[in-house]
T-cell receptor, first 111, second 113 residues
Framework: NAGVTQTPKFQVLKTGQSMTLQCAQD?????MYWYRQDPGMGLRLIYY???????DKGEVPNGYNVSRLNKREFSLRLESAAPSQTSVYFCASSEGPETQYFGPGTRLLVL | SQQGEEDPQALSIQEGENATMNCSYK?????LQWYRQNSGRGLVHLILIRSNEREKHSGRLRVTLDTSKKSSSLLITASRAADTASYFCATEGRGAGSYQLTFGKGTKLSVIP
């Protein structure tokens, strides 16, 4: 079991470029989440998907879009990257509203 | 806005000592969870305590919850160098927003061998 996997591990973008962060889980979980973590901060929820076919905004959704491609995969898209989106992005999954399992993170630098 | 606030922000102790971290939150919760994050890694779930529980143990971890004070504490006994990490509390709110965890800013624990 790989758990939660994220690609890429590291990315550098120029302002205005777009990219998609990929996340996949092999635990057959219903719920998936995208967070960002900035230095000295806890995680802030960007978007989540409580079940396949549904997505909802979290605390900081502006500038992002998501797609729940199937039960396993949940992608995060930056349409026009901005320096303020420089952060570490974590994907997580859970069976219910309790323990979440996190991926290793994607470090994004927007110049 | 962040629900949980950990205290202290940083803690440095000698190996073998106990480490206590505190978390305060603002609104009613279904449960409170503690996670550990090693440097450069993802978060790992440590322990969950439900709103109707007051204390819970898991190995060297002891968590308490006081819903009247909206606070929780995490005690790590007989600390080891491998416990060096950041520790975050996370709350799952009641009603709308259930399934969403709100994280605090974390306590950075350094255990000196």
């Amino acid at each position: 079991n790989a758990g939660v996997t994220q690609t890429p591990k590291f990315q550098v973008l120029k302002t205005g470029q777009s990219m998609t962060l990929q996340c996949a889980q092999d635990m057959n979980h219903n719920s998936m989440y995208w967070y960002r973590q900035d230095p000295g901060m806890g995680l802030r929820l960007i978007y989540y998907s409580a079940s396949e076919g549904t997505t909802d905004k979290g605390e900081v959704p502006n500038g992002y879009n998501v797609s729940r491609l199937n039960k396993r995969e949940f992608s995060l898209r930056l349409e026009s990257a901005a320096p303020s989106q420089t952060s570490v992005y974590f994907c997580a999954s859970s069976e219910g509203p309790e323990t979440q399992y996190f991926g290793p993170g994607t470090r994004l630098l927007v110049l | 806005s962040q629900q949980g606030e950990e205290d202290p922000q940083a803690l440095s102790i000698q190996e073998g000592e106990n480490a206590t971290m505190n978390c305060s939150y603002k609104t009613s919760i279904n449960n409170l969870q503690w996670y550990r994050q090693n440097s450069g890694r993802g978060l790992v779930h440590l322990i969950l305590i439900r709103s109707n529980e007051r204390e819970k143990h898991s190995g060297r971890l002891r968590v308490t919850l006081d819903t009247s004070k909206k606070s929780s504490s995490l005690l790590i006994t007989a600390s080891r160098a491998a416990d060096t990490a950041s520790y975050f509390c996370a709350t799952e709110g009641r009603g709308a927003g259930s399934y969403q965890l709100t994280f605090g800013k974390g306590t950075k624990l350094s255990v000196i061998p």
